[in-house]
């Protein structure tokens, strides 16, 4: 019987992996992920051996004569398509895992991408489907036609199915390639990361300090916060399920999110934290909150970087084996506390390259804490909340919607593809009272300004905050407002917003705060950048009219600590108003509605209830018409787009955002140096670089490019040319 090899080494033959060997080591880890899943479900699923099938064909095709004159620097073949043919002789749900088969270098294909490929295998007649033949002790035959109940009744539940095994695949793959080709890196990983009892005590010495330290300062939110944390904390034994975290800005919503997750997570096995939050600033400001409480050995913190986007995709059928051996395993989310963002957590629920599908099998028995939910795109709601339906549903994961201002997200007259009603249980069990004990800030509609007329009644406060809409707007106002002051208060302005790097932002905000705490005139003028997030206490704020929830979030800013009576908030619509993409104009209009209607409390949760109910009522919640992926999903063939479905769904337009670095101060400019100078820097110098990071959109970087405004270092990482980067504005494109 000829020896079939999986892969080679520098060494003779002797040295090199046995095929055989390489698909039963996959076969078992994957397998073994699975069985733990069936375990805690008490046998009602029966996943372990069609995981273990998934990593016993997925290199079937190696046994050929063409990959092994490959191993012996001969031309790429396809290796991939002989295991996906061969699943489809076990059913339903064999054909689902011809998809993760086939793809597990190139990506999860279309459905009739995969018909046409499998019809057209070139390689059928030298394949030797005997020595990749099932091995006697293999999985318990028959396979269970359906093992994992439900499942496969939906479109969704079809194509997550398909998403996980795939994704347990992967992760097997790799790990066992990188066992055999880079064994010291494999021996480094060590085992499996998940929570440890440790946690909840580690999280609640920390809670005590800061009861103290909030006794020792007589902070008026103290009991507030206080009461917040018990609430969350007897909501924990409650099934697991979608749960909604409704907290005032400023109530400690973070703190109490993570003591409810840990300890849902303790009463009912669960395995992870995942916490899922819009803002890169705000992921780099909780991953450094947790990492002092838990350490930073129990905290992944993950968003593009550096990596993602620069990932290089295989040509398709064939195998890049340089390429794809092996990969780190921070891509696969082994850890107890992830920190990632609404982008890189959704976009992977949908994704089909292997790299980005690695770790969907460790989302499985996490509770997935998403912070600041009210900001879900209402154009992409309906297969954000399908999918989040299914993990909950099929998963074992637990969903919590933390937020200020709660979206209606369940299925309604105005929320036609929302979560069954009844779905999501409050942890505050009465959101209305905790709303009136946080009243902060008087509002007032003052109606069209003129920028003339706003710099005026800017200048009549002497501590003050002015949040609008365009990145060009604010800096036309900050201009505006340093002429208009006299000059010994021309250092009281500042300005802020998201194309100013972190560390610049910080620089700004720290010389804004020691003025407020000195009593001394300071006047912000920022885009929404401000509004999620940051720790500042402004007795006034004027913000112009926008969405209600982004109304409330800038109010949050105002008297933040309740050390005032009262603040004041003063709405304006911009005269001349700019021009208004349709998103924003739905947002507007029942913005509008809502005020008109609740003008003596417009941010109490029965305003904000009524202001999703409209928004939602006039958006298309499925937009790029993701769900269509689907449609053909429950056919005793299924057919499902995946591909198509990655394409259509992405949370960020205009081509995606990218970092750019900037040499924003000393440090940054050496920090940049240090990167020229070093083409595989360590961990530690990209974590330095995310403070020195700018995101951009792809076409704003082209026109950076084209202007000649942009390095490229080791053909990773952008560097903006200083005079593209004001020192008051931030990146000027």
Not at 171 to 188: I, K, M, Q, V, Y
């Amino acid at each position: 019987m000829t020896d079939y090899f999986a892969h080679s080494t520098d060494g003779p033959e002797q040295t090199w992996e046995r095929l055989t060997d390489h698909l039963r080591q996959t076969a078992e880890r994957a397998g073994g992920w699975a069985a733990a899943l069936d375990a805690v479900a008490d046998g009602q699923t029966a996943l372990a051996g069609w995981a273990w099938l998934a990593g016993w064909l997925h290199d079937a095709g190696k046994a050929s004569a063409g990959f092994q004159k490959r191993l012996r620097g001969g031309p790429k073949v396809d290796h991939a398509t002989a295991g996906a043919v061969l699943a489809d002789g076990y059913g339903l749900i064999g054909r689902l895992l011809s998809y993760g088969i086939a793809g597990h270098h190139s990506g999860l294909p279309d459905g009739g991408a995969l018909a046409a490929r499998k019809a057209g295998w070139a390689g059928r007649a030298a394949f030797d489907a005997a020595a990749v033949a099932l091995p006697p002790d293999g999985p318990l035959l028959p396979l269970s036609p359906d093992p994992l109940p439900g499942a496969l009744a939906t479109g969704m539940g079809r194509a997550m199915l398909t998403r996980m095994l795939f994704s347990w695949l992967v992760d097997a793959d790799r790990l066992e390639t990188e066992r055999f080709c880079s064994p010291d890196r494999s021996a480094r990983r060590g085992a499996e990361r998940i929570l440890t009892p440790d946690l909840p005590q580690r999280l609640q010495t920390a809670l005590e300090a800061l009861r103290q330290r909030a006794e020792e300062t007589a902070s008026p939110l103290a009991g507030v916060r206080a009461d917040i944390l018990a609430g969350a904390r007897a909501a924990a034994p409650l099934a697991p399920g979608f749960f909604s975290l409704q907290v005032p800005t400023g109530g400690g919503k973070t703190l109490a999110s993570m003591a409810f997750a840990l300890d849902h997570a303790a009463c009912h096995g669960l395995r992870r934290v995942i916490s899922v939050i819009p803002y890169t600033s705000i992921i780099e400001q909780n991953a450094a909150v947790y990492a002092g409480i838990f350490g930073p050995e129990a905290v992944l913190e993950h968003h593009s970087g550096f990596r993602d986007h620069q990932a290089p995709k295989t040509d398709g059928s064939a195998e890049d084996e340089d390429s794809d051996k092996p990969r780190l395993a921070e891509d696969n989310w082994d850890a107890p506390v992830v920190v990632t963002t609404s982008v890189q957590f959704f976009e992977s629920l949908f994704a089909t390259r292997p790299e980005t599908c690695r770790k969907l099998h460790n989302i499985i028995g996490s509770v997935i804490v998403l912070d600041e939910a009210q900001m879900l795109p209402a154009s992409l709601l309906r297969p954000c909340l399908e999918a989040l339906r299914v993990l909950v549903q099929h998963w074992r994961c637990t969903v919590v919607f933390c937020t200020a201002t709660q979206p209606e997200l369940e299925a309604s007259d105005w929320v036609r593809a929302g979560l069954p009603p009844g779905s999501i249980r409050p942890i505050i069990a009465d959101p209305h009272r905790l709303h009136r004990r946080l009243i902060r800030v008087t509002v007032q509609d003052r109606g069209a300004l003129t920028d003339a007329a706003l710099v005026a009644e800017l200048t009549a406060v002497p501590q003050a905050a002015c949040i609008v809409n365009r990145r060009a707007h604010a800096a036309t106002l900050a201009g505006l407002l340093r002429e208009t002051l006299p000059e010994a208060e021309r250092d009281s302005v500042f300005h802020l917003s998201a194309r100013m790097c972190p560390q610049h932002r910080r620089m700004v905000l720290a010389a804004a705060r020691q003025r407020l705490a000195a009593g001394l005139p300071c006047r912000i003028v920022a885009t929404p950048v401000i509004e999620c997030g940051v720790d500042i206490d402004l007795p006034v704020v004027w913000r112009a009219l926008a969405g209600l929830d982004s109304l409330a979030q800038a109010a949050g800013r105002c008297n933040r600590e309740l050390r005032r009576a009262s603040g004041q908030m003063f709405l304006f619509t911009p005269d001349p108003d700019h021009r208004q993409r349709p998103e924003e104009q739905r947002r507007l209009s029942a913005t509008r509605a809502v005020l008109a209607d609740h003008a003596d409390d417009p941010f109490s949760p029965a305003a904000m209830a009524a202001y999703f109910r409209a928004y939602y009522n006039t958006s298309v919640l499925d937009q790029p018409e993701v769900m269509k992926g689907v449609a053909d999903a429950c056919k005793s063939r299924p057919v499902i787009a995946f591909e198509t479905m990655a394409e259509r769904f992405r949370m960020i337009e205009d081509g995606g955002a990218l970092p750019v670095l900037v040499p924003f101060d000393p440090a940054g400019v050496a920090l940049l140096d240090t990167l020229r100078q070093t083409e595989t820097p360590p961990k530690r110098l990209l974590r330095q670089a995310q403070a020195y990071t700018v995101t951009l959109y792809a076409s704003e970087i082209a026109a950076l490019a084209r202007a000649g405004r942009l390095e490229t270092l080791h053909g990773r990482f952008r560097v903006l040319d200083a005079a593209a980067y004001d020192p008051g504005l931030g990146v000027v494109v």
